[in-house]
Nanobody
Framework: QLHLVESGGGLVQPGGSLRLSCAAS????????IAWFRQAPGKEREGVSC???????NYADSVKGRFTTTRDNAKNTVYLQMNSLKPEDTAVYSC?????????????WGQGTLVTVSS
């Protein structure tokens, strides 16, 4: 089976940092774009960042300059480094990709990891 598993969430004070991981199992992330999304309580899910198969990343305006997405294909993992965290960054963060499922595209989501920014 194909899975994405996020980790690294937790409670952090405003101004602090966290690094989230999105690890793939059952398939290789190499060559596939990976996107990070977040959903805050009572709000719609929003895109945070996306990294291409070639390692080019783009970001939502709300996190630009504070968040950095990287990938380590050898570890089959994508990372979201979050610095200068703000209370409004509190959300469940999930990663997503779309892979070739053989008979068509297959969308894969992780289960999410909770990030809470609070003093």
């Amino acid at each position: 089976q194909l899975h994405l598993v996020e980790s690294g969430g937790g409670l952090v004070q405003p101004g602090g940092s966290l690094r989230l991981s999105c690890a793939a199992s059952g398939f290789t992330l190499n060559g596939y774009a990976i996107a990070w999304f977040r959903q805050a309580p009572g709000k719609e899910r929003e895109g945070v960042s996306c990294i291409s198969g070639g390692g080019y990343a783009n970001y939502a305006d709300s996190v630009k300059g504070r968040f950095t997405t990287t990938r380590d294909n050898a570890k089959n993992t994508v990372y979201l480094q979050m610095n200068s965290l703000k209370p409004e960054d509190t959300a469940v963060y999930s990663c997503r990709t779309v892979v070739d499922g053989g008979s068509g595209d297959l969308e894969i989501w992780g289960q999410g990891t909770l990030v809470t920014v609070s003093s």
